[in-house]
């Protein structure tokens, strides 16, 4: 292994907690040499549970073994090959979900008849069933079984001992979302079988980790405004369950309403007017339930939220005249789990008129290859390079190593400025400051100690909607629409280049970036 690699190893490692390194070393040596059987017989014969409203699924069972997931449809000839990876894991995992249980207007014989081939094939399955779609899957199973009152003893006793095996292997080696998908799954499966021991460890999971990983600002603390979404689904579901079922009397449904509430109140903030979310971090179209319709189903619930105001999380949002410009000023987080992060600090968006102006370049890919390195790096958002080095080290598909963090800001109603260190290996700091009024003005500064040539290159994503982009000097028009760039300061050259914008996963449209070049300081102004 080269140096390189290993001073990668170096900072990727350091961050973890101790408890993460345990739980791996312990998981590799139980499942390689101690291989249990989770086969326990369940008492409770005939489980009962009610289930309504919530949100559908989309669409991804096609008929007759078709299925479609992350924009990439399959046909099984036959039998349904349960382990296909021809698409990568991410589908895997997608199949194994059992999502499609619970679209709109699916066939309860046809469902059924999913869950009975899963059943028949258990024992070649692979993937499926690690502790993640594990989770997954049993609420989408208990959703569909008590939605329509269907009682057998077998489908009970196997989704029991899928409740074994994760109840067994709760994903204490990643942490972070993963291990809150486990505890709002044993939630569902307490419910569902009655059983006070997946009760007791639920509550314990939820209370500890949605205390740690909803931020002040009501943020999930990956920062991903899509798995925010994904995860608070999942707790309204919590809520719903525990509402129309009144098997436990204790505190913790208020505790989750609690909770809900902070995370619709940032959802609401940071939500576009047009309903989009931004794209930061691992960010992708069709994947989440959209902000409005977890709203209403948040309603539905009798739920309230309180306006809030952006801070924990790092993101500002100035809602202007006819523009939205939303940025970020905060760190790669959490530090133990930044499997989600992208090197994009100061990136911002930019909607005219309820419309995508500037963009994210979004995430088409899970797949551990150079796109979803790419799609990661600083230059793929509305941020500063400097030379070929990056701000965060983002590697190996989902890892960090150094990363930026923001050593000053300073903030104002109209104005957000900050600096971060991702360049102080260079004996470099980057310092953006946005004032957001009639006008739009960033300004870009590369301080240094010494007097040394200085490479550096901002980025502007134009959404794929924006045609008739010129370049005159440095100014940058954009056809009929009454809006335009400008730059000064140290400017080398100015180039409009194409780029890859992420309608979701798996697929992607041409658009255009602008790409300055400068020295130590560049002043952009956008007019509208």
């Not at 959209?290 to 801070?311: C, H, M, Q, R, V």
């Not at 500037?358 to 509305?382: C, M, P």
């Amino acid at each position: 292994m080269d140096r390189g690699r290993l001073i990668l190893l170096f900072y990727t490692l350091k961050f973890l907690r101790p408890k993460q390194v345990y739980y791996r070393l312990h998981y590799f040596v139980k499942n390689k040499f101690f291989k249990r059987n989770y086969d326990i017989a369940l008492l409770t014969k005939s489980p009962t549970l009610l289930w309504e409203g919530g949100i559908p699924d989309p669409m991804s069972y096609i008929d007759e073994n078709s299925f479609r997931f992350l924009n990439l449809k399959k046909d099984f000839k036959g039998s349904i090959d349960w382990n296909f990876n021809g698409y990568g894991k991410l589908w895997t995992y997608n199949l194994n979900y059992f999502d499609f249980l619970n679209q709109e207007n699916v066939e309860k014989a046809k469902a059924l008849r999913l869950i009975w081939d899963y059943i028949a094939n258990e024992k070649e399955i692979k993937d499926g069933l690690e502790p993640y779609p594990i989770s997954l899957r049993g609420i989408n199973w208990i959703k569909f079984i008590s939605k329509n009152d269907i009682s057998e003893k077998k489908i009970n006793q196997n989704l029991y001992n899928q409740y074994q095996i994760l109840l067994h292997n709760l994903e204490y080696h990643l942490l972070g979302n993963h291990l809150l998908e486990n505890g709002y799954s044993l939630f569902f499966g307490a419910y569902y079988f009655k059983d006070d021991k997946i009760y007791e460890k639920a509550k314990s999971i939820l209370i500890l980790e949605l205390k740690e990983q909803v931020l002040g600002d009501g943020a999930h603390f990956e920062l991903s405004p899509m798995y925010h979404q994904i995860l608070l689904h999942r707790l309204l579901d919590c809520i719903n369950l525990a509402q129309l079922n009144m098997w436990q009397t204790d505190d913790l449904l208020p505790f989750l309403k609690g909770k809900a509430s902070k995370m619709l109140s940032w959802l609401q903030t940071v939500t576009f007017y047009n309903g989009n979310i931004p794209m930061v971090n691992d960010s992708a179209y069709g994947i989440a339930p959209s902000s409005n319709k977890l709203f209403d189903y948040a309603k539905n619930l009798g739920l309230k939220w309180p306006k809030s105001e952006l801070s924990d999380s790092g993101y500002r949002k100035f809602n202007k005249f006819n523009y939205e410009l939303f940025v970020d000023v905060g760190n790669v987080g959490p530090d133990y789990q930044p499997g989600h992060a992208h090197s994009d600090t100061f990136s911002f968006e930019l909607q005219i008129n309820e419309k995508p102006f500037i963009v994210d370049t979004g995430t088409s890919t899970y797949k551990k290859n150079d796109l979803r390195q790419s799609e990661r790096e600083t230059s793929a958002h509305n941020t500063v390079k400097i030379g070929a080095h990056e701000q965060t080290q983002v590697w190996g598909g989902f890892r960090v190593a150094k990363r930026a963090k923001i050593v000053n800001l300073r903030e104002s109603a109209n104005m957000v400025s900050a600096s971060h260190d991702g360049y102080s290996s260079m004996g470099l700091i980057h310092k953006r400051s946005f004032s957001a009024t009639e006008r739009i003005i960033i300004n870009d500064r590369i301080l240094s100690n010494k007097s040394k040539k200085i490479e550096s290159q901002a980025f502007f994503h134009i959404h794929p909607s924006i045609k008739d982009i010129v370049l005159n000097n440095r100014h940058v028009s954009f056809g009929k629409m009454n809006v335009s760039l400008d730059f000064e300061g140290e400017i080398n050259d100015i180039k409009i280049e194409d780029y890859k914008y992420c309608v979701g996963f798996n697929k992607t449209e041409v658009s255009k970036k602008i790409c300055v070049s400068f020295s130590k300081e560049l002043t952009t102004t956008i007019l509208l």
